[in-house]
């Protein structure tokens, strides 16, 4: 067989090209971005990732604290109680339980100073922020004739 030298080049040229892959050439792939963001389906269950306590339900409201945790302008007064010799008031939070407070128990911005027959004095030593009056004010809730 008698292959002229230019021939037999191109078929050594074509050859060394189909084995290193440059004969034929693949049409680019095109590659999609890949998402950030994640989204989740929960297909009517709870959705783990969302935060239980942002609900809008729970805003505003507060958990029951106890008389230390109110404010003397959340607390009314509803009756007194004498019981040997000393009162005790019972007033009602927003909550809309009524719990019985006596003389010196603390309240978030104040304390009881005292409780008579038909009055009870609170006595306000901080403010609405935490921090305390320069000069404390009383804060007196009576109870009208009518209501005892």
Same mark, same amino acid.
């Given at each position: 067989?008698?292959?002229?030298?230019?021939?037999?080049?191109?078929?050594?040229?074509? %050859?060394?090209? %189909?084995?290193?892959?440059?004969?034929?050439?693949?049409?680019?792939?095109?590659?999609? $971005?890949? =998402? %950030?963001?994640? =989204? !989740?389906? %929960?297909?009517?269950?709870?959705?783990? *990732?969302?935060?239980? !306590?942002?609900?809008?339900?729970?805003?505003?409201?507060?958990?029951?604290?106890?008389?230390?945790?109110?404010?003397?302008?959340?607390?009314?007064?509803?009756?007194?109680?004498?019981?040997?010799? #000393? !009162? @005790? #008031?019972?007033?009602?939070?927003?909550?809309? *339980? $009524?719990?019985?407070?006596?003389?010196?128990?603390?309240? #978030?911005?104040? *304390?009881?100073? =005292?409780?008579?027959?038909?009055?009870?004095? *609170?006595?306000?030593?901080?403010?609405?922020?935490?921090?305390?009056? =320069?000069?404390?004010?009383?804060?007196?809730?009576?109870?009208?004739? @009518? @209501?005892?």
């Amino acid at each position: 067989m008698n292959i002229p030298k230019p021939a037999m080049a191109l078929v050594v040229l074509l %050859s060394t090209a %189909s084995a290193l892959g440059l004969a034929q050439t693949a049409p680019p792939v095109e590659k999609k $971005p890949v =998402s %950030s963001e994640f =989204s !989740y389906h %929960s297909g009517g269950r709870r959705d783990p *990732f969302k935060d239980l !306590y942002a609900t809008t339900a729970m805003k505003g409201k507060k958990a029951i604290t106890g008389l230390a945790g109110l404010a003397i302008d959340d607390v009314t007064l509803m009756g007194i109680v004498g019981l040997r010799q #000393a !009162y @005790e #008031a019972i007033v009602n939070i927003p909550e809309g *339980f $009524p719990l019985t407070i006596r003389e010196g128990d603390r309240l #978030a911005d104040g *304390f009881v100073l =005292s409780i008579g027959a038909d009055r009870v004095i *609170f006595r306000r030593t901080h403010d609405s922020r935490g921090l305390p009056l =320069s000069k404390p004010v009383d804060v007196v809730r009576d109870i009208v004739a @009518e @209501e005892r």
